[in-house]
């Protein structure tokens, strides 16, 4: 909710426990901007006034506040008179919404039979917030949308959505570039242009519901291939997919067309049978030996 308006900026809908990636998808609604040009609201916030929730006071949350320069605030603990207008808009919800949903639990029906699904629910939510933002409210003189449009200005946004989502929804660790690539969570993660940072520390962002890549950041800059230099003494990042083939070799016999043998740390080419891999073209009676680092 955007203090000075009150207009609804973004929002989620989920099942289980709060969770900071939760939390992420809903910034990401309220940041980017909407499919539907009545929902007007976008754009990074100067302050975000948050409560003490495990969701609110990781380190993720944190880390992503900084990169968008935003201050965050956490409200005092016991004292709810500080989120009294989020606190009413749930309130709002509570009775003008969900007590005319099928399926609702209430005084009258204290076993309702489910009628909703997950996204249903969503549809419902996303409608009702339109609606709020659109009608007048008592306390500001105006609707919530008015007041967000005012005599008209130009929100702060993010670079790109790919930025944001960067930064929102992957979670960054630290690793060191292993002759055969970068180790995470039991994968490996592999492709030509880290043989240039063997032994160098990186910083990785992957998504925690997807695995299969990470995005791989060399001096916390994304952009451009991590063997590249753009002359002015910065590197960027490359997208690295985690290594899917039951033998390691097979991978590096794929990238290492193109980008020399040498870089990869071959000894020997050896007359092999006809190697192939899923979705790729044969690559010939040749297989690359390599250095026993790669073993195992």
């Known amino acids: ?12 809908v989920f099942t289980g426990a709060p969770s900071a990636l939760n939390t992420a998808l809903a910034l990401r609604q309220a940041i980017w901007r909407k499919s539907d040009p009545s929902w007007a609201m976008c754009g990074l916030p100067d302050v975000l006034y948050v409560d003490h929730g495990s969701d609110f006071t990781s380190h993720h949350l944190d880390r992503t506040a900084v990169e968008l320069h935003i201050r965050l605030i956490h409200s005092t603990v016991a004292r709810p008179q500080g989120r009294g207008k ?21 005084p009258c029906t204290r076993t309702p039979a489910p009628a909703l699904d997950l996204s249903a629910l969503d549809h419902a939510v996303g409608g009702f917030v339109v609606t709020y933002n659109d009608r007048p409210h008592r ?10 449009v005012g005599d008209g200005w130009l929100p702060r946004m993010p670079d790109s959505l790919e930025q944001l989502d960067g930064l929102l929804l992957t979670v960054p660790k630290h690793r060191t570039v292993q002759r055969d690539g970068i180790h995470f969570q039991g994968q490996r993660y592999l492709s030509p242009t880290l043989a240039a940072f063997v032994g160098h520390p990186v910083t990785i962002r992957y998504d925690p519901r997807d695995l299969s890549e990470i995005r791989v950041y060399d001096r916390n800059t994304f952009g451009l291939p991590p063997a590249a230099d753009r002359g002015d003494g910065e590197r960027g990042g490359v997208v690295v997919g985690a290594d899917r083939h039951p033998a390691g070799v097979a991978a590096h016999v794929v ?27 044969p690559l010939g009676p040749a297989v690359l030996v390599l250095p026993n680092e790669f073993a195992g």
């Open 255 to 281: 990238d290492a067309v193109g980008v020399g043998l040498a870089q990869l740390g071959v000894d020997e080419v050896v007359d092999f049978d006809l190697l192939r891999i899923p979705g790729r073209a």
């Open 139 to 148: 306390e500001i003189g105006s609707s919530p949308r008015d007041a967000w």
């Open 86 to 106: 989020i606190e009413r808009f749930f309130g709002t919800v509570n009775t003008k919404l969900l007590t005319t949903l099928p399926g609702h639990l209430g």
């Open 1 to 12: 909710m955007d203090d000075y308006s009150r207009a609804i900026c973004g929002y989620t």
